[in-house]
């Protein structure tokens, strides 16, 4: 029995087994038109959204430093832990929503999704964040490679996580009428 993405009934144990991706990038070219450029850009965006609190906790520790004669610069230790910490929560908090993007993908209009079509969900999102950061820690930018060289345009991170990028259905749906 093949699944053609019909979520209205509920699939049977041996469904599970066979069931293919949700998205096809042949019969929906549409989910998949533009996300590598996109996700360069609301991945901008969300390293500003990650790293402008951060700046802004440093500088509340140099100013509480001059104020307290030195004493406040001991706490700059902290900014490492309150970077990883927020970059984590942000990342899980905004995948982890019903839009299933960050910010930035909201503004690029691409979401997250399993694999198998369901939406991103908090703590996938956070893992995600850290393979991610983890990948680009050990192969530089080279894992934008990969996307080039896969239909779903995924890149190292998703296979490792088990998701796809898609245009949101808006955007999909707008990408298929002026076809």
Known sequence: MSYTGDTSREPAD?????????????TQPELFEGVLSRRIIAFLVDALMVIGPVVLFGVFVFVFGIVTL????????????????????????TLGAPASATLGMRLMEIEVRTWYGAPCYGLLGAV?????????????????????????????????CGTVVINSLERADALRRNR
């Open 14 to 26: 041996t469904d599970i087994a066979y069931r293919p991706h949700a998205f096809d990038p042949v």
């Open 70 to 93: 030195g004493l406040g610069w001991l706490l700059f230790w902290l900014i490492g832990p309150v970077f990883i910490l927020w970059a984590i929560a942000y990342y899980g908090l």
């Open 128 to 160: 995600r964040a850290v393979c991610f950061w983890v990948s680009v820690s050990v192969l530089t930018p080279f894992v934008l490679l990969v996307g080039l060289f896969n239909d779903r345009r995924r890149l190292l991170h998703d296979y490792l």
